[in-house]
């Protein structure tokens, strides 16, 4: 096993760090990265924001479900989904790319290129002994998010990322067993074997919880997944979408 494969598998969220800035160089190092992701017929479908200023790290903190990591950390960056320039391709070549850039596959190829990308990013900043937090939480007001971000038409923040110099060492998190994951030519819907593997996890997780929390928390996987599920969450988003002029055709 190599170095890269290690600090993979020993990948965890971190949640405090310390008070240090990143530097430019970093910032750059960690955006070079992301951009040397595989994307989708060479479309590089997103940009990166980078948030430095207090004030609007705790505005995006306080929306984020005050997340205070949003805050204390050494850079923020903010993930989009950008079809913005690819929107300038059509006037730069007077083309009308409309429909194309409206269509299911483009949103589907601009959200995996950010997903991509961001991931780049993470592995990179590990590798440079940082930690880092992804934050979801952003989309809970992806309008005030877009204001505060200065975000135009064909750009959707779709995930925040928290980099800094770790300030805590949890545990890492133990994954769904490889045999749940994993299907060789073709998927293996074996529902009792399924169950099984859920249920060994399941003992798994629980007492992970369990040591984590000094005894208050012994959820299981799929008790936490199916309570999570049941709660209705952003229910604005297919508007939204819609409106950034990212219609699903």
Not at 23 to 50: L, P
Not at 202 to 231: C, F, H, P, V
Request: negative net charge; contains cysteine; hydrophobic residues 35%.
């Amino acid at each position: 096993m190599n170095e890269t494969i290690e600090r993979i598998l020993n990948h965890k969220s971190i949640r405090k760090f310390e008070d240090r800035e990143l530097t430019s160089e970093q910032i750059k190092t960690i955006v070079q990265c992301g951009q040397a992701a595989s994307t989708s017929s060479f479309v590089q479908a997103y940009s990166i924001i980078g948030v430095k200023n207090k004030e609007n790290k705790e505005k995006l903190a306080e929306l984020a479900g005050n997340q205070m990591y949003v805050v204390k950390n050494g850079h923020f960056f903010v993930f989009c989904a950008d079809l913005h320039r690819h929107e300038l391709i059509s006037k730069i070549e007077g083309k009308d790319l409309t429909d194309p850039l409206e269509s299911t596959e483009t949103f589907m190829v601009s959200l995996i290129d950010t997903a991509l990308a961001a991931q780049n990013a993470v592995v990179a900043a590990e590798s440079m002994g940082l930690g880092v937090c992804y934050i979801g939480g952003i989309r809970n007001n992806l309008e005030e998010v877009c204001r505060i971000l200065n975000v135009p038409k064909k750009v959707i923040p779709l995930f925040g990322l928290a980099v800094g110099y770790p300030d805590q060492a949890p545990d890492v998190k133990p994954r769904l067993p490889f045999a749940n994951i994993y299907h060789e030519e073709g998927y293996i819907e074996n529902e009792e074997e399924i169950k099984k593997q859920l249920s060994d996890y399941n003992e798994i997780i629980s007492a992970y919880y369990e040591e984590r929390s000094g005894g208050d928390r012994n959820d299981t996987w799929t008790e936490q997944i199916a309570d999570m599920l049941l709660k209705k969450q952003r229910q604005y988003m297919k508007g939204f979408v819609e409106g950034k002029n990212f219609s699903i055709k």
